[in-house]
């Protein structure tokens, strides 16, 4: 029997970010695959499909304004589905602190879960680390200034890789 493949949250803004920060996971996410064998938890994919069913005739984003109590009752789920994915599924976590991160929360909270249960986080970022808050520099296992540095990393310490970390 083979091992299981390894699982990567990708991880950052989306609320405040241009085009809620699809294509740097849509790259990553087939980055992982292709090179590594690893599977992905893209939350721009799932939450697309999650708000499709939830809210189909309406923007989600609109909801905020439009209905408060709603937009929260469905970002309550969002955060649900994410802590649940990132405890029991993921292996690992990709971050990407930027700016749009920097101004929101759900990226800080995932960041928190994975330290909390125990899974490693990459995080690539072109800020000063003493710029990013402390906590979320304490949930960090490692720091990247470029996607390039992480994808060497990845490359050098999980291709064919049965559990994070390890060397293979």
Known sequence: MSPKSLRVYLSGGMEFAKGEGADWRRVMEDW???????????PNTESDEYLAKRCPS???????????????EIVRD???RDCSEIAERSD????????SAQRGAGTKG??????????????VTQMKLQDIPGWVLGCS??????FEELQDFLREHFAG???????K
Not at 58 to 72: G, Q, S, V
Not at 141 to 146: A, D, V
Request: proline share 3%.
């Open 161 to 167: 890789s049965a559990h994070p970390g390890e060397k």
């Open 110 to 123: 995932e960041l928190t879960m994975a330290r909390y249960v125990g899974k490693p986080v990459y995080m």
């Open 58 to 72: 309406r923007r989600f984003r609109d909801l905020k304004n439009e209905n408060i109590e709603e937009y929260t």
């Open 92 to 99: 690992y976590v990709i971050c990407n602190w930027d700016e």
């Open 32 to 42: 992982v695959h292709n090179n590594l064998g690893h599977s992905s938890y893209n």
């Open 78 to 80: 969002l955060i649900d």
């Open 141 to 146: 296992t490692k720091t990247f200034q470029t």
